[in-house]
């Protein structure tokens, strides 16, 4: 069983709904997760995409395997750094406020 990996850092979204959209595809196959990102209106299903397309080209042409036998073995969200922001508000005051960042971690395996 080959595992193949690929990793995305800094993502501009929160861990939590990252996580939500990462449930959705856990396990499934590949081709069928494809077509479940594409379809999704949400902002973290585009980056999703977008890495486990990386993935699965990491295999294709890495480690030779076919891309119908790939299955999403696991996808680990952690919780990156947050940046603080300021905005300012009216009578000279500034309000705070946080964006917060993303690592992903799509491990895919064969059949």
Excluded: C, W
Excluded at 35 to 55: D, M, Q, R, V
Excluded at 63 to 68: H, I, R, V, Y
Excluded at 78 to 97: A, D, Q
Aim: charged share 30%.
């Amino acid at each position: 069983m080959t595992q193949v990996s690929a990793t995305l850092k800094y993502a501009l979204l929160s861990d939590k709904k990252m996580n939500l959209i990462a449930d959705l595809v856990r396990g499934k196959k590949v081709t069928d997760a494809f077509t479940i990102l594409e379809h999704l209106p949400k902002k973290g299903a585009k980056i999703l995409y977008k890495l486990l397309k990386s993935a699965a080209a990491n295999a294709v042409t890495n480690e030779k395997l076919a891309l119908d036998d790939l299955v999403i073995d696991r996808i680990e969200v952690g919780r990156g750094p947050k940046v603080k922001r300021i905005r300012f508000t009216s009578r000279s005051r500034i309000s705070h406020y946080e964006k917060y960042r993303t690592y992903v971690k799509v491990v895919l395996t064969t059949k």
